[in-house]
Nanobody, 114 residues
Framework: QVQLVESGGGLVQAGGSLRLSCAVS?????????MAWYRQAPGKRREMVAG???????TYPDSVRGRFTISRDIGKNTVYLQMNSLKAEDTAVYYC???????WGQGTQVTVSS
């Protein structure tokens, strides 16, 4: 079972940037599983906002493409989410997870003020 600890959230003005980090208990997971970032806004379903495949390729939904960048540091067992040009609608709790999903971490709150 993989343990996931997210950090880096906070309050930022619209147009600003944040970088989220996800510490993963098992670094070997990067060589066997896709990693992804998700978010859940109040009253909405959790949605994936970025994925990084075993080979290093990435995928994003249209809502964040060009603004968000997922990356990983295999030596540090960490996945990152660089978020630029933030909008009020990006406000949510952000989570990382492997695919298929393991038990969720506590997430990190991102609040974007307009």
């Amino acid at each position: 079972q993989v343990q996931l600890v997210e950090s880096g959230g906070g309050l930022v003005q619209a147009g600003g940037s944040l970088r989220l980090s996800c510490a993963v208990s098992s670094g070997n997971i990067f060589s066997t599983n896709t990693m992804a970032w998700y978010r859940q806004a109040p009253g909405k379903r959790r949605e994936m906002v970025a994925g990084i495949f075993v080979g290093g390729g990435t995928t994003y939904p249209d809502s964040v493409r060009g603004r968000f960048t997922i990356s990983r540091d295999i030596g540090k067992n960490t996945v990152y989410l660089q978020m630029n040009s933030l909008k009020a609608e990006d406000t949510a709790v952000y989570y990382c997870n492997v695919i298929p999903n393991q038990p969720w971490g506590q997430g990190t709150q991102v609040t974007v003020s307009s």
